[in-house]
């Protein structure tokens, strides 16, 4: 059975930086896309991140990029995002999800995604 925790989330000031985590278990290889996704409440769940398998290719999404970073450790079955320079409009809920990709695919639609965390909530004050 496939799980994904994600950790990390909390309360921050406008401006400064928090790392999640998404610890990922039950996948059978790392042959497996982790992405980002964020979702406030009445809105749509919105693309951030996508990191492959190797870790070699990442893609952000334009309201994150250079402030957001997507990674991954396979040894730890980890997947993580930093996010510096945080704005009170990054305040959400954060989810992390998989899929298995046989190529360099970078998945970005929430359809393309089947695996899902339960999220972890981010709050920026300004």
């Known amino acids: 059975q496939v799980q994904l925790v994600e950790s990390g989330g909390g309360l921050v000031q406008a401006g400064g930086s928090l790392r999640l985590s998404c610890a990922a278990s039950?996948?059978?290889?790392?042959?497996?896309?982790m992405g980002w996704f964020r979702q406030a409440p009445g809105n749509e769940r919105e693309f951030v991140g996508a990191?492959?398998?190797?870790?070699?290719?990442?893609r952000h999404s334009d309201p994150v990029k250079g402030r957001f970073t997507i990674s991954r450790d396979n040894a730890k079955s980890t997947v993580y995002l930093q996010m510096n320079r945080l704005k009170p409009e990054d305040t959400v809920v954060y989810y992390c999800?998989?899929?298995?990709?046989?190529?360099?695919?970078?998945?970005?639609?929430?359809?393309?995604?089947?695996?899902w965390g339960q999220g972890t909530q981010v709050t920026v004050s300004s």
């Open positions: 990191v492959s398998w190797s870790g070699g290719s990442t």
């Open positions: 999800a998989a899929r298995f990709v046989t190529n360099s695919w970078l998945p970005y639609r929430v359809y393309e995604y089947t695996y």
């Open positions: 039950g996948l059978s290889s790392s042959n497996y896309v």
